[in-house]
């Protein structure tokens, strides 16, 4: 079925939950006259209502994600499904596979490199039949470093990378309580399953098959950085949004270089001060990695923690803000710096107009012919850089002076 028979242009999947919703209120402000856009969940009354405050003219899909005959129709009925609905590995899988079945493009927030690794195993292949286009990772994570990394290397010429580094200058944000559901799950699910455990510790997790890579995981992260004498510490997702990095690179015939190295540290300023808040990062992270991931302290930690479904009220969400410079150094000619802000909450207002100028560009742009598990990079690329510069984003690849 081509694309301009379906019933939808998009289908957003859990526009009520806490993401989903600035997500549908950014579609309902900034999607073209003739988008024809459906909103779908379990509850007919709970999107109703959405539909009313945003005062918009929708579609209503109810769907249950573990119906399997639900989600097959909805995704035969859309051209992109965009979906909020997370933990990605619990309720992601059978999504992710109706759309690569029915040739239906599809856009995620997940930061799981579980779900992500079966998805490529199971849909990877089929949906370069069917020529849909699978792209995780369509929110904060992962797509200002893999447009960081992808667009800065378009700018070098396209020779190999020796090393790149996104450092986060700016981030004031809240956690939502899906992205620690998120985290939980993953851990739980890697207590017993020891592919799980690499998948989160592997850089090349994404990409199969073998290569001549450099090895990985030594030191914290944290430390000073030689160039400014400022101090770092390890972002939290850094770990997985090298996964996303490597991925791309494999995507391109390892485009960038088989050696490169990637890494994501936080900036946290010069002399003890800093230091110290480098310090306390790190550990903190640690902290809440290790508790989650034993379960006497996650029980603790559960009553601690945001629910999920819940996150940081609108004022805190309000005052959100992030920016973050990604250098890249190539085997030769000068070193080249992306620079990405934007004055909103990276994990919501950010998110939201990320995933949905996602979904529209998957909708209506004239892409590249790819079809597979891609990225946000390899997927949509410039083209997508441009939708989120005219939303407020700034996006720049200038030398590294």
């Known amino acids: ?182 985290l939980r799950q993953q851990l739980k699910e890697a207590e017993s399953d020891p592919a799980v455990r690499r998948a989160i510790r592997s850089p090349y997790a994404l990409t199969p098959g073998p290569s001549a890579r450099l090895p990985y995981g030594s030191g914290s992260g944290w430390g000073k950085d030689r160039a400014s004498a400022a101090w770092q510490a ?24 088989q050696l490169m190295r990637y890494r994501e540290v936080v900036m946290t300023g010069r002399g003890a001060r800093g230091a110290a808040r480098a310090a306390a990062l790190t550990a903190g992270t640690a902290a809440l990695v290790g508790g989650l991931a034993f379960p006497p302290t996650r029980a603790l930690l559960d009553r601690m923690l945001p629910a999920p479904g819940s996150g940081p009220d609108a004022d805190a969400i309000a005052r959100g803000r992030f920016a973050l410079d990604i250098d890249v150094y190539p ?23 990320m995933l949905g100028e996602s979904a529209l560009s998957l909708a209506r742009d004239d892409l590249p012919e790819h079809a597979g598990v891609l990225t946000p990079m390899v997927a949509m690329g410039e083209v997508l850089a441009d939708r989120l510069r005219a939303n407020r984003f700034t996006i720049a690849v200038a030398p590294l002076g």
């Open 1 to 182: 079925m081509s694309a301009n028979t379906r019933e939808h242009d998009i289908v957003l999947l859990g526009a009520t939950g806490f993401v989903g919703r600035f997500t549908a209120a950014h579609l309902a402000r900034s999607a073209p006259a003739g988008v024809r856009i459906a909103i779908a969940g379990r509850s007919r009354q709970r999107l109703e209502k959405l539909a009313g405050e945003l005062g918009v003219d929708w579609q209503i899909v109810q769907v249950d994600t573990a119906d399997a005959a639900d989600v097959a129709r909805m995704a035969a009925s859309a051209s992109v499904v965009a979906t909020t609905v997370g933990p990605y590995l619990r309720y992601g899988l059978g999504v992710v596979s109706a759309c690569a079945a029915a040739g239906t493009s599809y856009a995620d927030l997940s930061g799981e490199s579980a779900f992500v690794t079966r998805s490529i195993a199971h849909n990877h292949d089929l949906a370069g039949r069917t020529g849909a286009r699978i792209v995780h990772s369509c929110g904060f994570d992962s797509i200002p470093s893999d447009l960081g990394v992808g667009l800065a290397h378009a700018a070098v010429g396209g020779v190999p990378i020796v090393a790149a580094v996104l450092r986060v200058r700016a981030l004031r944000g809240g956690i939502s309580g899906g992205t620690i559901d998120s």
């Open 331 to 353: 085997v030769e000619g000068e070193p080249v710096r992306t620079t990405i802000s934007a004055p909103f909450d990276p994990g919501y207002g950010g998110t939201g107009v």
């Open 234 to 257: 390890p972002f939290v997702m850094g770990a997985y949004n090298q996964q996303i990095v490597q991925r791309s690179n494999y995507l391109t015939g390892w485009g960038y270089g």
